[in-house]
C-alpha cells in the first residue's frame, strides 16, 4: 500500500462544475503539497499546508492531521485547470512522498 | 521569475552514453532532489542533498549518481545509460520554511 493515496486517478467534467480530489496518507508529516502539472511536465506548487485550509483564488486546499486526510477543492472549474494534480507530504527532513496524480480534464 | 532551471527539457542520447543533467535553483536552498517520473508509478526519488558536497541515496539511485560542487547547482548523472532510464527527470529545490520548487523536467530517450 502506497504511503500516499490520492482518489479519483481520473476525474472528467464540465466547465463550472466543482471539483474535489482527496489525498489520504498513513505516516506522520510536517506539511502536506498540493501540485500541479501541466502537459509538458513542470510542476507548480499550489499550496502548502500543515493544518486548516488555504484558499488562492478558486482553489481550496484542506487539511485534517487527525484523520490524515486532504482535499483540493476547484470551484467554478474551467479548462484551463486541466492538468495532473498531485499530493505530496513531507515526512522526515526535507523529504516528499508522492501520490501518483489525479488527471483531472474539464470539458468546455 | 525563474527559480529553478532544468538545463534541458528534452535529450535522445544511446545506450553506454555518459549523461549529465543539470539543475540549477537561485533561491539560496540547501535542499535539492531527483525524481524521475513514469506512468503508473509517480514520482520516485533518485538522490538528494542536503548542503554543498553532500549527498544521500533514494529510493532508486542505481545506475546514477549526483554531483553538489556549488549550493546552487546539482547535477544528475547517468554513468552508462540504458533504455531502463528513459524517463522524466524533474529537480526539487527546498527552502527551510518548507516550500518546494520544481524545475520544468527533462525528458530524456535512451535509445
Known amino acids: 500500500k502506497n504511503e500516499v493515496e490520492q482518489s479519483p486517478q481520473n476525474l472528467t467534467a464540465q466547465e463550472g462544475e466543482f471539483i474535489t480530489i482527496n489525498c489520504s496518507y498513513s505516516?506522520?508529516?510536517?506539511?502536506l503539497h498540493w501540485l500541479q502539472q501541466h502537459p509538458g511536465g513542470g510542476i507548480v506548487s499550489l499550496f502548502m499546508?500543515?493544518?486548516g485550509k488555504k484558499k488562492h483564488g478558486r482553489l481550496i486546499a484542506t487539511i485534517n492531521i487527525q484523520e490524515k486526510h486532504s482535499s483540493l477543492h476547484i470551484t467554478a472549474s474551467h479548462p484551463r485547470d486541466s492538468a495532473v494534480y498531485i499530493c505530496?507530504?513531507?515526512?522526515?527532513?526535507?523529504?516528499?512522498?508522492f501520490g501518483e496524480g489525479t488527471q483531472l480534464t474539464v470539458n468546455p | 521569475d525563474v527559480k529553478v532551471t532544468q538545463s534541458s527539457r528534452y535529450l535522445v542520447k544511446r545506450t553506454g552514453e555518459k549523461v549529465f543533467l543539470e539543475c540549477v535553483q537561485d533561491?539560496?536552498?540547501?535542499?535539492m532532489f531527483w525524481y524521475r517520473q513514469d506512468p503508473g508509478l509517480g514520482l520516485r526519488l533518485i538522490y538528494f542533498?542536503?548542503?554543498?558536497?553532500?549527498?544521500e541515496k533514494g529510493d532508486i539511485p542505481e545506475g546514477y549518481s549526483v554531483s553538489r560542487e556549488k549550493k546552487e547547482r546539482f547535477s544528475l548523472i547517468l554513468e552508462s545509460a540504458s533504455t531502463n532510464q528513459t524517463s522524466m527527470y524533474l529537480c526539487?529545490?527546498?527552502?527551510?520554511?518548507?516550500?518546494?520548487?520544481f524545475g520544468q523536467g527533462t525528458r530524456l530517450t535512451v535509445v
Open positions: 505530496a507530504v513531507r515526512t522526515s527532513g526535507s523529504r516528499l512522498t
Open positions: 533561491m539560496d536552498h540547501e535542499n
Open positions: 499546508l500543515s493544518s
Open positions: 542533498s542536503y548542503d554543498v558536497k553532500m549527498k
Open positions: 526539487a529545490s527546498v527552502g527551510n520554511i518548507n516550500e518546494a520548487f
Open positions: 505516516v506522520g508529516i510536517s506539511a
